[in-house]
Protein backbone atom coordinates (compact mmCIF):
# COMPACT_ATOMS: atom_id res chain seq x y z
CA UNK A 1 0.00 0.00 0.00
CA UNK A 2 2.66 2.51 0.37
CA UNK A 3 5.52 1.21 -1.82
CA UNK A 4 5.38 4.24 -3.91
CA UNK A 5 5.78 6.65 -1.38
CA UNK A 6 8.43 4.64 0.70
CA UNK A 7 10.31 4.63 -2.59
CA UNK A 8 9.98 8.16 -3.04
CA UNK A 9 11.24 8.71 0.76
CA UNK A 10 14.32 6.50 -0.40
CA UNK A 11 15.44 8.14 -3.40
CA UNK A 12 14.99 11.65 -1.40
CA UNK A 13 17.60 9.66 1.24
CA UNK A 14 20.05 8.35 -1.75
CA UNK A 15 20.70 11.45 -3.43
CA UNK A 16 21.02 13.80 -0.76
CA UNK A 17 23.04 10.80 0.87
CA UNK A 18 25.60 12.30 -2.52
CA UNK A 19 24.61 16.20 -2.30
CA UNK A 20 27.58 18.54 -1.24
CA UNK A 21 27.05 22.39 0.22
CA UNK A 22 26.86 23.24 -3.87
CA UNK A 23 24.60 20.60 -4.79
CA UNK A 24 22.02 20.04 -2.50
CA UNK A 25 19.62 22.48 -3.34
CA UNK A 26 19.15 20.99 -6.68
CA UNK A 27 19.10 17.72 -5.02
CA UNK A 28 15.96 18.64 -2.81
CA UNK A 29 14.57 19.77 -5.86
CA UNK A 30 14.36 16.71 -7.65
CA UNK A 31 11.75 15.37 -5.09
CA UNK A 32 10.38 17.89 -3.11
CA UNK A 33 7.76 20.50 -4.71
CA UNK A 34 8.54 24.11 -5.57
CA UNK A 35 6.28 25.34 -3.00
CA UNK A 36 6.61 22.24 -0.14
CA UNK A 37 6.24 22.84 3.35
CA UNK A 38 9.63 22.20 5.67
CA UNK A 39 9.34 22.64 9.51
CA UNK A 40 12.52 22.61 11.97
CA UNK A 41 13.38 23.10 15.31
CA UNK A 42 14.57 26.33 16.05
CA UNK A 43 16.47 27.94 14.82
CA UNK A 44 15.58 26.58 11.60
CA UNK A 45 12.08 26.91 12.31
CA UNK A 46 9.13 27.04 9.10
CA UNK A 47 10.67 26.62 5.56
CA UNK A 48 9.37 26.52 1.91
CA UNK A 49 10.65 25.02 -0.59
CA UNK A 50 13.88 23.19 -1.37
CA UNK A 51 15.53 26.59 -1.75
CA UNK A 52 14.81 28.04 1.35
CA UNK A 53 15.35 24.30 3.11
CA UNK A 54 19.00 23.75 2.00
CA UNK A 55 19.92 27.34 2.57
CA UNK A 56 18.84 27.18 6.23
CA UNK A 57 19.48 23.87 7.53
CA UNK A 58 21.43 21.49 4.93
CA UNK A 59 24.20 23.86 3.61
CA UNK A 60 25.21 24.65 6.69
CA UNK A 61 25.05 21.38 8.26
CA UNK A 62 27.16 19.84 4.79
CA UNK A 63 29.86 22.75 5.43
CA UNK A 64 30.07 22.19 9.22
CA UNK A 65 30.16 17.91 8.60
CA UNK A 66 31.99 15.98 6.33
CA UNK A 67 31.13 11.87 4.88
CA UNK A 68 27.89 12.25 6.37
CA UNK A 69 26.04 8.93 6.91
CA UNK A 70 22.20 8.37 7.75
CA UNK A 71 22.38 5.79 10.44
CA UNK A 72 18.50 5.34 10.29
CA UNK A 73 17.04 2.76 12.81
CA UNK A 74 13.10 2.79 12.26
CA UNK A 75 11.53 3.48 8.84
CA UNK A 76 8.08 3.17 8.46
CA UNK A 77 4.53 4.31 6.62
CA UNK A 78 1.23 5.05 7.25
CA UNK A 79 -2.09 6.85 5.94
CA UNK A 80 -2.68 9.78 8.37
CA UNK A 81 -5.97 9.27 10.53
CA UNK A 82 -5.97 13.22 11.55
CA UNK A 83 -6.34 13.75 7.44
CA UNK A 84 -9.00 10.74 7.19
CA UNK A 85 -6.43 8.18 6.52
CA UNK A 86 -6.17 9.90 3.30
CA UNK A 87 -2.60 11.72 3.05
CA UNK A 88 0.30 9.08 2.84
CA UNK A 89 3.14 9.84 5.15
CA UNK A 90 6.69 8.23 5.75
CA UNK A 91 8.34 8.54 9.14
CA UNK A 92 12.16 8.02 9.75
CA UNK A 93 14.36 8.19 12.56
CA UNK A 94 18.08 7.43 13.48
CA UNK A 95 21.21 9.63 13.59
CA UNK A 96 22.98 11.61 10.81
CA UNK A 97 26.56 10.29 11.78
CA UNK A 98 29.75 12.74 10.44
CA UNK A 99 33.19 14.04 11.25
CA UNK A 100 32.55 17.70 13.16
CA UNK A 101 34.75 19.54 11.37
CA UNK A 102 33.68 23.12 11.54
CA UNK A 103 31.33 25.49 13.67
CA UNK A 104 27.72 24.40 13.56
CA UNK A 105 25.51 26.99 14.94
CA UNK A 106 28.33 28.58 16.65
CA UNK A 107 28.75 25.08 17.81
CA UNK A 108 32.50 24.43 18.46
CA UNK A 109 33.54 21.35 15.86
CA UNK A 110 35.50 18.58 17.15
CA UNK A 111 37.17 17.03 14.63
CA UNK A 112 35.58 13.71 15.77
CA UNK A 113 32.19 11.84 14.71
CA UNK A 114 29.12 13.35 15.96
CA UNK A 115 25.80 12.31 15.46
CA UNK A 116 22.54 14.33 14.85
CA UNK A 117 19.85 12.53 16.32
CA UNK A 118 16.58 13.19 14.04
CA UNK A 119 12.96 11.96 13.26
CA UNK A 120 11.63 12.83 10.12
CA UNK A 121 8.41 13.05 8.91
CA UNK A 122 7.61 13.34 4.81
CA UNK A 123 3.97 12.96 3.25
CA UNK A 124 4.40 11.86 -0.50
CA UNK A 125 1.45 13.18 -2.85
CA UNK A 126 1.87 12.41 -6.95
CA UNK A 127 5.77 11.07 -6.42
CA UNK A 128 6.96 14.05 -4.91
CA UNK A 129 7.33 15.31 -1.27
CA UNK A 130 5.20 18.30 -0.19
CA UNK A 131 5.17 18.52 3.35
CA UNK A 132 7.92 17.49 5.66
CA UNK A 133 9.00 17.68 9.94
CA UNK A 134 12.14 17.34 10.62
CA UNK A 135 13.18 17.24 14.07
CA UNK A 136 16.67 16.93 15.72
CA UNK A 137 18.43 17.26 19.45
CA UNK A 138 20.29 20.33 18.73
CA UNK A 139 21.51 19.33 22.89
CA UNK A 140 22.59 16.37 22.21
CA UNK A 141 25.03 17.58 19.33
CA UNK A 142 26.02 20.23 21.88
CA UNK A 143 26.68 17.53 24.80
CA UNK A 144 29.15 15.51 22.18
CA UNK A 145 30.97 19.18 21.33
CA UNK A 146 31.40 19.61 25.41
CA UNK A 147 28.93 22.41 25.64
CA UNK A 148 26.35 22.30 28.40
CA UNK A 149 23.86 24.91 28.05
CA UNK A 150 21.23 23.26 31.23
CA UNK A 151 21.76 22.06 34.60
CA UNK A 152 22.62 17.90 34.72
CA UNK A 153 19.40 16.18 33.60
CA UNK A 154 17.53 13.51 35.21
CA UNK A 155 17.70 10.88 32.75
CA UNK A 156 20.57 9.35 30.68
CA UNK A 157 22.85 10.81 27.73
CA UNK A 158 23.98 8.91 25.59
CA UNK A 159 24.15 7.92 22.02
CA UNK A 160 20.49 6.44 21.72
CA UNK A 161 19.93 2.86 19.99
CA UNK A 162 17.08 1.90 17.66
CA UNK A 163 14.14 -0.78 18.87
CA UNK A 164 15.83 -3.45 20.73
CA UNK A 165 13.82 -5.84 18.25
CA UNK A 166 15.86 -4.96 15.56
CA UNK A 167 13.08 -4.67 13.02
CA UNK A 168 12.53 -1.12 12.66
CA UNK A 169 13.11 -1.05 9.28
CA UNK A 170 9.97 -1.41 7.42
CA UNK A 171 10.94 -1.30 3.57
CA UNK A 172 8.30 -3.82 2.67
CA UNK A 173 4.64 -3.15 3.59
CA UNK A 174 3.51 -4.56 7.13
CA UNK A 175 0.04 -6.19 7.56
CA UNK A 176 -2.78 -3.52 7.87
CA UNK A 177 -4.30 -5.30 11.43
CA UNK A 178 -0.71 -5.08 13.19
CA UNK A 179 -0.73 -1.23 12.41
CA UNK A 180 -4.31 -0.28 13.35
CA UNK A 181 -3.34 -2.33 16.63
CA UNK A 182 -0.54 -0.30 16.84
CA UNK A 183 -2.15 3.06 16.64
CA UNK A 184 -5.29 2.01 18.88
CA UNK A 185 -2.73 0.93 21.37
CA UNK A 186 -1.07 4.03 21.61
CA UNK A 187 -4.85 6.33 20.96
CA UNK A 188 -5.74 3.97 24.62
CA UNK A 189 -2.49 5.59 26.10
CA UNK A 190 -3.32 9.21 25.38
CA UNK A 191 -6.87 8.54 26.43
CA UNK A 192 -5.47 7.22 29.66
CA UNK A 193 -3.69 10.18 30.32
CA UNK A 194 -6.87 12.49 29.82
CA UNK A 195 -9.27 9.74 31.38
CA UNK A 196 -6.72 9.76 34.75
CA UNK A 197 -6.60 13.91 34.47
CA UNK A 198 -10.49 13.89 35.05
CA UNK A 199 -11.03 11.26 37.97
CA UNK A 200 -11.75 12.37 41.39
CA UNK A 201 -9.63 9.71 42.52
CA UNK A 202 -7.12 9.16 39.68
CA UNK A 203 -4.93 5.85 39.25
CA UNK A 204 -1.24 6.24 40.64
CA UNK A 205 1.12 7.05 38.40
CA UNK A 206 2.23 3.15 38.43
CA UNK A 207 -1.33 2.03 38.00
CA UNK A 208 -1.73 4.71 34.81
CA UNK A 209 1.42 3.44 32.96
CA UNK A 210 0.38 -0.23 33.86
CA UNK A 211 -2.20 -0.06 31.50
CA UNK A 212 -0.30 0.78 28.85
CA UNK A 213 3.11 0.14 29.26
CA UNK A 214 5.31 -3.11 29.67
CA UNK A 215 7.09 -2.47 32.76
CA UNK A 216 10.26 -2.42 31.34
CA UNK A 217 9.22 0.32 29.50
CA UNK A 218 12.04 2.15 27.54
CA UNK A 219 11.74 6.20 27.17
CA UNK A 220 14.70 7.68 24.77
CA UNK A 221 13.92 11.26 25.70
CA UNK A 222 15.98 14.28 24.75
CA UNK A 223 19.00 15.92 25.93
CA UNK A 224 17.68 17.96 29.00
CA UNK A 225 15.68 15.34 30.08
CA UNK A 226 17.40 12.13 29.40
CA UNK A 227 16.50 9.03 28.88
CA UNK A 228 14.62 6.74 31.55
CA UNK A 229 14.12 2.76 31.82
CA UNK A 230 10.80 0.96 33.88
CA UNK A 231 8.13 2.74 34.63
CA UNK A 232 9.23 3.70 38.23
CA UNK A 233 12.28 5.04 37.03
CA UNK A 234 10.45 7.42 34.30
CA UNK A 235 7.84 8.47 37.24
CA UNK A 236 11.15 9.59 38.98
CA UNK A 237 12.89 10.93 35.83
CA UNK A 238 10.75 12.49 33.85
CA UNK A 239 6.92 12.66 34.82
CA UNK A 240 7.03 13.84 38.30
CA UNK A 241 9.28 16.68 37.31
CA UNK A 242 7.41 17.39 34.35
CA UNK A 243 4.05 16.65 36.36
CA UNK A 244 5.26 19.17 39.31
CA UNK A 245 7.04 21.70 38.38
CA UNK A 246 4.72 23.04 35.44
CA UNK A 247 0.80 23.91 35.54
CA UNK A 248 -1.89 24.44 32.86
CA UNK A 249 -1.24 22.32 30.04
CA UNK A 250 -2.86 22.70 27.09
CA UNK A 251 -2.81 19.98 24.59
CA UNK A 252 -3.43 21.11 20.93
CA UNK A 253 -3.36 18.00 18.98
CA UNK A 254 -1.05 16.66 16.26
CA UNK A 255 -0.82 17.29 12.33
CA UNK A 256 0.11 13.15 12.02
CA UNK A 257 -0.25 10.48 13.39
CA UNK A 258 0.19 7.08 11.68
CA UNK A 259 1.14 3.56 12.60
CA UNK A 260 2.63 0.35 10.19
CA UNK A 261 3.51 -3.24 11.91
CA UNK A 262 4.62 -2.65 15.34
CA UNK A 263 5.83 1.18 14.72
CA UNK A 264 4.01 4.28 15.62
CA UNK A 265 4.32 8.22 15.79
CA UNK A 266 3.00 11.66 15.62
CA UNK A 267 3.83 15.09 15.55
CA UNK A 268 2.16 18.55 16.71
CA UNK A 269 2.81 22.21 15.95
CA UNK A 270 2.79 22.74 18.66
CA UNK A 271 1.41 19.61 20.76
CA UNK A 272 1.08 21.51 23.91
CA UNK A 273 2.10 24.71 25.68
CA UNK A 274 2.80 24.39 29.88
CA UNK A 275 3.80 27.10 31.82
CA UNK A 276 6.92 26.55 34.31
CA UNK A 277 6.30 27.04 37.64
CA UNK A 278 9.87 26.79 38.68
CA UNK A 279 12.74 24.16 38.68
CA UNK A 280 12.04 22.50 35.91
CA UNK A 281 14.97 22.26 33.69
CA UNK A 282 16.72 24.14 35.70
CA UNK A 283 14.15 27.45 35.11
CA UNK A 284 12.80 29.86 36.90
CA UNK A 285 9.32 30.00 37.14
CA UNK A 286 7.42 31.78 34.18
CA UNK A 287 4.11 33.20 33.70
CA UNK A 288 4.19 32.48 29.61
CA UNK A 289 3.17 29.53 28.50
CA UNK A 290 5.46 27.64 26.61
CA UNK A 291 4.76 25.98 22.94
CA UNK A 292 6.24 22.32 23.01
CA UNK A 293 6.96 21.37 19.88
CA UNK A 294 7.37 17.22 19.96
CA UNK A 295 7.90 14.06 17.65
CA UNK A 296 7.20 10.90 19.41
CA UNK A 297 8.12 7.33 17.63
CA UNK A 298 6.49 4.25 19.22
CA UNK A 299 7.05 0.42 19.10
CA UNK A 300 4.34 -1.85 20.25
CA UNK A 301 5.24 -5.09 22.09
CA UNK A 302 1.71 -7.06 22.30
CA UNK A 303 -0.75 -5.76 23.55
CA UNK A 304 1.42 -2.33 25.31
CA UNK A 305 4.30 -0.45 24.53
CA UNK A 306 7.56 -1.15 25.06
CA UNK A 307 9.99 1.85 23.73
CA UNK A 308 9.20 5.73 23.02
CA UNK A 309 11.69 8.00 21.34
CA UNK A 310 10.76 11.13 21.85
CA UNK A 311 12.16 14.93 20.29
CA UNK A 312 10.87 17.92 22.02
CA UNK A 313 12.25 21.58 20.54
CA UNK A 314 13.84 22.47 23.68
CA UNK A 315 15.55 25.36 21.77
CA UNK A 316 12.11 26.76 21.04
CA UNK A 317 11.05 25.99 24.82
CA UNK A 318 13.94 27.99 26.66
CA UNK A 319 13.94 30.53 23.96
CA UNK A 320 9.90 31.42 25.08
CA UNK A 321 10.89 31.58 28.74
CA UNK A 322 13.75 34.23 27.74
CA UNK A 323 16.69 31.87 27.29
CA UNK A 324 18.53 31.81 23.95
CA UNK A 325 20.74 29.08 23.98
CA UNK A 326 22.34 29.98 20.80
CA UNK A 327 22.71 33.25 21.48
CA UNK A 328 24.34 32.74 25.24
CA UNK A 329 26.59 30.17 23.54
CA UNK A 330 28.28 32.37 20.90
CA UNK A 331 28.40 35.07 23.40
CA UNK A 332 30.45 33.10 25.71
CA UNK A 333 32.78 32.18 22.88
CA UNK A 334 33.83 35.56 22.04
Not at 132 to 147: E, K, N, P, R
Not at 249 to 272: K, M, V
Request: hydrophobic fraction near 40%; charged fraction near 20%.
Amino acid sequence: MFQDAKACVRAHYAALSKADPNTVADVLAQTMTPDATWRGFHPFNDQSGPQDVAATFWTPFLNAMSRVQRREDIFFAGDNMIEGHKGQWVVSMGHLMGLFDAPFLGIPPTGKIAMLRYAEFNKVEDGKITDTAFYCDLLHLMAQAGVSPLPPQTGAELVQPGPMTHDGLLFDDAAPKDGAKTLAVIENMMDSINRANSLDHPPTPQEELAMDWHDDMLWWGPTGIGATYTIDRYIQQHQQPFRTQTENRQFYGHLCRIAEGHYGAFFGRPNLSITPIGGYLGMPASNVPCDMRVIDVYRRDGDKLAENWIFIDMLHFLKMQGLDVLERMGSLRI
